[in-house]
């Protein structure tokens, strides 16, 4: 982390689950829906420690679907998180439904290792390559 490399202490540094959860709560996010695994579990936890509301569903395209709702109904982006490759893939219906409805959605994916990325990693998909037609913004990073 940012903090790391400026040596401060292991104990100080943060981590990238908890920068994604304070950047959601400083949105006023109260709600994330998902299904929890490796490598996004962090990011689970982290949100509700800061008082995010993560509600695990038994599949992505419930949780994508019920976090689009939440879009549509609040006018704030509604969080799906899910893990990478076939969690990814079950989202898609979510995201097209709120693509076409212009509905506010935040869809947060894990990904394999990045010094693993072409080697047939766990769960490896082209993510950002396949589904940025369905979204504003994308990023592999």
């Not at 219906?93 to 509905?103: D, K």
Request: aromatic share 8%; glycine share 12%; with cysteine.
């Amino acid at each position: 982390t940012a903090m790391a490399l400026h040596g401060a202490a292991e104990e100080d540094c943060v981590s990238g689950a908890q920068l994604i959860a304070e950047a959601l709560k400083t949105q006023n996010i109260e709600y994330m829906f998902g299904i929890v695994g490796i490598p996004v579990t962090e990011i689970a936890i982290a949100a509700q420690a800061i008082g995010i509301k993560y509600i695990g569903m038994r599949n992505e395209q419930a949780a994508c679907y019920a976090a689009s709702a939440v879009g549509y109904l609040t006018g704030k982006p509604g969080i799906c998180l899910v893990v990478s490759g076939p969690g990814l893939i079950h989202a898609l219906g979510g995201m097209a439904n709120a693509n076409m409805n212009c509905w506010p959605l935040i869809v947060v994916g894990g990904s394999s290792d990045r010094n693993q990325e072409i080697m047939g990693a766990f769960q490896e998909f082209p993510q950002v390559h396949r589904y940025i037609t369905f979204c504003i913004k994308a990023s592999g990073k």
